[in-house]
């Protein structure tokens, strides 16, 4: 009797069981649905035609053309020109961002008079458009009346250049401009995690007799990894996708045309649709496999960290 019960009760946790995975597959429909339709479509459609030798400015010109757009883009010197100053860019950005956040969320995360004030005024520009950010800096490095020309040239730097069409000065002002903006959105997340740092560490240490630096390089720094990790994949991944600061600033002159700025000149300005979606898809790849890199190596770290 006993083992009949057992029985039923267990092909009834059993039929119970799959009716749970059917009722979370079907609330899931919905959502997967929506994002194939707004994710995986377009990326899809854009492979299509990267194999397809397609332009607007010829108008009857549609053929099948497998690789040779790929093969044109691989080929291509502005390719790989831009690629250099994407990874160039990211690379600078993100140092100098994780530098300067890590020191804003210090200050932010200090307890004194006026603490509230100086999170707002921190995190203001982070709040601002990245086309109004570009405007911005682009009005202060512009000759002749340039705010910031005029300025280093009363202390005898930068007299004869032009900070905006030399190379690699172009660039310069690019990373400095997104430093600025950015800088406090990584202080935001290095903020998140000084947070759930217990005062009782701190206090210990103080009674040991450990001094202010001793306490960041023993407890501050070692306990913010998994929080510092997660800021660079956040912000390396939306570094690599750069548009809209070089498009505002430069139009991709002088060193400053990234990936996805190339990629948007062949599409909309050059009207070559074959190989502008060819160099979507292939930005598209790049920052995918930087991804997978960081989730392979940095999320099993950050997974460590969190069980230690």
Do not use: C
């Not at 194999?51 to 010109?61: A, E």
């Not at 502005?78 to 990211?90: D, I, K, L, S």
């Amino acid at each position: 009797m006993e083992a009949a019960t057992a029985r039923l009760t267990g092909s009834g946790r059993r039929s119970k069981g799959i009716g749970e995975r059917r009722l979370a597959q079907y609330m899931l429909a919905p959502s997967l649905l929506l994002i194939a339709l707004v994710a995986a479509y377009p990326i899809l459609y854009a492979i299509w035609l990267s194999l397809h030798d397609y332009s607007v400015v010829n108008p009857g010109l549609k053929r099948w053309d497998l690789g040779g757009n790929y093969a044109d883009a691989l080929q291509s010197s502005a390719f790989w020109a831009a690629f250099r100053t994407t990874f160039v860019f990211t690379l600078f950005s993100v140092v100098f961002e994780t530098i300067i956040g890590l020191g804003m969320a210090l200050a932010m995360h200090a307890a004194f008079r006026g603490q509230g004030v100086l999170r707002t005024v921190i995190l203001v520009p982070w709040a601002v458009l990245t086309v109004v950010t570009a405007i911005m800096w682009r009005t202060m490095f512009e000759a002749p009346l340039g705010l910031v020309p005029s300025v280093l040239e009363t202390v005898g730097i930068g007299q004869d250049i032009v900070w905006l069409g030399e190379r690699p000065y172009a660039l310069i002002v690019m990373i400095v401009a997104d430093v600025w903006k950015t800088a406090p959105f990584m202080a935001l997340l290095i903020l998140a995690g000084l947070q759930v740092i217990p005062n009782e560490l701190y206090e210990a240490a103080k009674v040991d007799g450990a001094k202010a630096w001793q306490r960041f390089t023993r407890i501050t720094l070692p306990l913010l990894k998994p929080a510092i990790l997660v800021a660079l994949i956040f912000r390396t991944l939306d570094a690599l996708r750069i548009f809209d600061l070089p498009f505002v600033l430069t139009k991709g002159a002088q060193g400053t045309n990234t990936l996805s700025l190339l990629a948007y000149q062949e599409l909309q300005q050059n009207q070559i649709i074959g190989l502008g979606s060819a160099l979507s898809v292939l930005t598209f790849v790049i920052v995918m496999a930087v991804s997978l890199l960081y989730i392979r190596f940095v999320g099993g770290n950050i997974k460590a960290l969190t069980e230690d």
